[in-house]
């Protein structure tokens, strides 16, 4: 019995991630990430909901040293302590480093990075063979 | 008398919105050139502006002021739309640069001949 | 005699399924031969292969009509000035200090089983012959083959990128350069082919937010230039590895320079060991099969 439970809960599981990604690809990116129309706390929590999954299936964004869950992270500080900038912490070659940035603008991309790096992996399917030569690619 | 003072608005006005614009020139050219901006130059040459080694990826940049500003705006924004193994990144789209920052880029593409 | 006649049956037919599980990359190494050879041949093409070259450019500072073998120069089989400069530099090559401790490690270290390098690697000329595809495991590289070796004694694995592990392959790679030995990588099994077809999609999909497929800059862009830095080919890729890297001032993997990469495609660099990196290392590695093995050399 437990070994049935366990499958259908792993099984739920994998449906779950097919989920997130059939989900994001359907977002009108610009639209969801927009913080004027939708609000600060709207905006991160798509990041919040999506970035998991990019960075399980090996795509998450990252931009000058900072990888989009430092962007979630320190943006959602900012966010809860009203703070009008974020400062995102992230290491590089060991060391800490931080950037600041509009909070606006942290939360724009950070939405932007999470739901794009999943709707690529879509987009991606359909384009990659166009790229092979003796395949896609005529030269 | 009111002719002249109505003149003299629509210079001053013209005048400021002009130097709007100008500034809006200088952050979008600064985006064009700066590796960790826009980046532009890594793929992108520029007729009749000084550009600190171009790369060769991408066309030199000509005649976009015959551009229709919306055109200039949708390439930066989305260039996969036409090619889909474009190597020009999606720059608005994937989050790079913001709505005004493309709007400012393109001020200085209009200036491009 | 009976024994013969059956050894000799099984023989062709696991010959003949061996040459069908790798049809599919043999077909994509010719092809892409044929593409940079091509691309390559002649300045007249260029308006299709390099259609935002100055002329001045194409005219002075490009090599022409380059070959299959001369591929595995990179960038240098093409470029004019860069070549003259690598020339130079191979005069005092920097990784000779490296290939000198990769061979102290090969020849000294005695792992807590009693056992050494030596019991793992009998020969060490076997560069050219990794990645390999080991039932049960997988896709194992150069690196991974290492750390097998290291943990299956009771040591630690090494880092990936740089160190010791670059040190080893060094002394693995200057060994089977020096006894002209070939990439040699083999496909031979289903899983093993779909190893390879993963390590090919990886390869040309699209990634990061700069959108960039390893094709976008290493087949597409290969000869053009971001800012002033040349594209290598993806042909002749592996050879040259582990690469001295004038950037790093130091020896480095080919796991340290792919995740260079996915840095630069905007996209948080996969783990060296990973099943994605040794897939993909799997299939570029296939690409230059055939080609001398030309490591640890120096590149940008």
């Known amino acids: 019995m437990k070994k049935i439970v366990l499958a259908a809960v792993a099984f739920g599981v994998t449906l779950g991630s097919a989920n997130l990604l059939e989900e994001a690809v359907k977002l009108d990116v610009k639209k969801v990430c927009d913080v004027k129309t939708n609000g600060l706390e709207k905006v991160i929590g798509v990041a919040e909901k999506f970035n998991p999954e990019a960075i399980k299936l090996g795509v998450e964004f990252k931009r000058l040293g900072i990888r989009n869950r430092e ?8 966010i809860k302590k009203k703070q009008k900038e974020a400062v995102i912490k992230y290491k590089e070659k060991g060391k800490e480093k931080s950037q600041t940035f509009p909070t606006d603008y942290a939360a724009w991309r950070a939405c932007t990075f999470a739901i794009r790096a999943l709707q690529q992996v879509k987009e991606a399917e359909e384009t990659w063979r166009l790229a092979v030569p003796g395949d896609g690619f005529k030269f | 008398m009111k002719k002249f003072f109505l003149a003299a608005v629509v210079v001053a006005v013209a005048a400021t919105a002009s130097m709007a614009n100008e500034d809006l020139v200088k952050k979008g050219r600064k985006i064009f050139m700066t590796k960790k901006l826009g980046n532009c130059l890594a793929c992108h040459d520029v007729n ?11 066309p030199k940049l000509q005649f976009l002021s015959a551009w229709p500003e919306q055109a200039l705006y949708d390439k930066i924004y989305d ?4 090619n889909p193994l474009s190597a020009m990144p999606p720059f608005g789209k994937n989050g790079v640069l913001s709505d005004e920052e493309i709007k400012a880029v393109v001020a200085y593409l209009k200036t491009i001949n | ?3 013969i006649v059956i050894a000799s049956v099984v023989g062709s037919i696991a010959f003949l399924n061996g040459a069908n599980f790798n049809e599919e990359a043999e077909k994509d190494r ?21 259609p935002y070259t100055p002329k001045e450019e194409l005219e002075n500072n490009f090599r022409w009509g380059i070959k299959w073998e001369e591929f595995r120069l990179g960038s240098y089989a093409f470029n004019k000035t860069g070549r003259a400069q690598y020339e130079e530099m191979n005069e005092f090559p920097p990784y000779e200090d490296n290939i000198e401790a990769g061979k102290e490690l090969y020849e000294k270290t005695k792992f807590k089983s009693g056992k050494s390098f030596k019991d793992c690697f009998p020969d060490p000329a076997i560069a050219g012959d990794y990645p390999k595809y080991i039932k049960g495991k997988g896709v194992v590289t150069l690196g991974g083959a290492i750390n097998n070796c290291l943990v299956e004694n009771g040591e630690k694995p090494w880092n990936m990128n740089k160190g010791k592990m670059a040190d080893l392959q060094a002394y693995f790679a200057a060994t089977s350069r020096e006894k002209g030995k070939k990439i040699n990588i083999v496909i031979d099994s289903k899983e093993a082919a779909e190893a390879y077809a ?3 999609k990886a390869y040309y999909s699209q990634r990061g937010y700069l959108k960039l497929s390893c094709a976008t800059c290493h ?3 290969a000869g053009q230039r971001v800012r002033n830095e040349y594209m290598s080919p993806l042909l002749g890729h592996v050879t040259h590895f582990p690469v001295y890297r004038l950037k790093w001032e130091a020896l480095g993997t080919l796991e340290r320079r792919v995740k260079g990469c996915n840095k630069d495609q905007g996209e948080t660099p996969h783990k060296p060991g990973s099943q994605w990196m040794n897939e993909l290392a799997y299939f570029m590695a296939y690409m230059s099969n055939g080609l001398p093995v030309d490591g640890p050399d120096i590149r940008k």
Do not use: H, W
Not at chain 1, 71 to 78: D, M, P, V
Not at chain 3, 30 to 50: C, G, R, S, T, V
């Open chain 1, 71 to 78: 962007y979630i992270k320190y943006t959602k500080e900012a």
């Open chain 2, 48 to 58: 009749g502006d000084k550009v600190d080694g171009p790369g060769s990826l991408g």
């Open chain 3, 30 to 50: 010719k092809a892409l031969i044929a593409y940079f050879e091509k691309k390559f041949a002649d300045k007249k093409n260029a308006a299709l292969y390099f």
């Open chain 3, 219 to 221: 087949v597409q862009g």
């Open chain 2, 79 to 82: 260039p996969y739309t036409t």
């Open chain 3, 1 to 3: 005699m009976k024994k």
């Open chain 3, 198 to 200: 993963r390590g090919k």
